[in-house]
């Protein structure tokens, strides 16, 4: 069983609308995390989120992006109105304890047309 | 904040060659991931080594904490290999959201 799963794997949307991408990390991870690669750059961080609240969060996670985590096992980020600078590669990570290593999903590639 | 660099940038082998990629972090951190980056985008977890020397198969790594840097080889390159290498860091605060190097692109010919 991997430890992160993400879907979708490709998710294409027209500028403008809304995006949800979901993670499902194991059950006794709590530290989650949500990265972002544009197309040949390196990966960076956007949001880390523990005892369900956002610990903390880069400039790239502005008023547009949101997470939570509704049911104890999904981990969602959510993009209120995307835009072409959006489309990039998004990760999720998890891990049971800070000071261990993170876990990925395989990502969900976003593509914004 | 913390800067990674990584070297080469770029690194292209013949099938069956060794390689070495150097990673340098710029303050002292308590642990350090190597990810491989396949052609198809995943992001493959192949260490996690905060100081010493781990091995794996045909890769190993080595960490030495007190000088800033890791290093991660690479034997008996095979084409299955290529993709974008990563070194990550975590920033000692809070929840320790990790740091990725500039990445070295490895790509392995037949």
């Known amino acids: 069983e991997p430890e992160v799963t993400q879907t979708p794997s490709h998710q294409v949307t027209q500028m403008g609308q809304e995006v949800i991408l979901r993670c499902v990390p194991i059950s006794n991870h709590l530290y989650f995390y949500w990265y972002r690669q544009i197309l040949g750059q390196k990966v960076e961080f956007l949001v880390s989120?523990?005892?369900?609240?956002?610990?903390?969060k880069s400039e790239i996670f502005d008023d547009q992006f949101s997470v939570e985590r509704p049911d104890g096992s999904n981990f969602t980020l959510k993009i209120r109105s995307t835009k072409l600078e959006d489309s990039a590669m998004y990760f999720c990570?998890?891990?049971?304890?800070?000071?261990?290593?993170?876990?990925f999903g395989d990502g969900t590639r976003l593509s914004i047309l | 904040g913390i800067q990674v660099e990584q070297s080469p940038p770029d690194l292209i082998l013949q099938e069956g060659a060794n390689s070495t990629l150097r990673c340098n972090f710029s303050d002292s951190v308590n642990n350090l991931q190597w990810f491989h980056q396949n052609p198809w985008g995943q992001l493959i977890n192949l260490f996690y080594?905060?100081?010493g020397t781990k091995q794996n198969g045909r890769l190993s790594a080595t960490t030495v904490a007190t000088e800033r840097y890791s290093l991660l080889y690479i034997s008996s390159s095979q084409t299955t290999d290529s993709g974008v290498y990563f070194c990550a860091v975590p920033l000692n605060t809070g929840f320790q959201k990790l740091v990725f190097g500039t990445g070295t692109r490895l790509l392995v010919s037949p």
């Open positions: 989120f523990y005892n369900n609240e956002i610990s903390e």
């Open positions: 990570a998890a891990t049971r304890d800070s000071n261990q290593p993170q876990h």
């Open positions: 080594i905060p100081s």
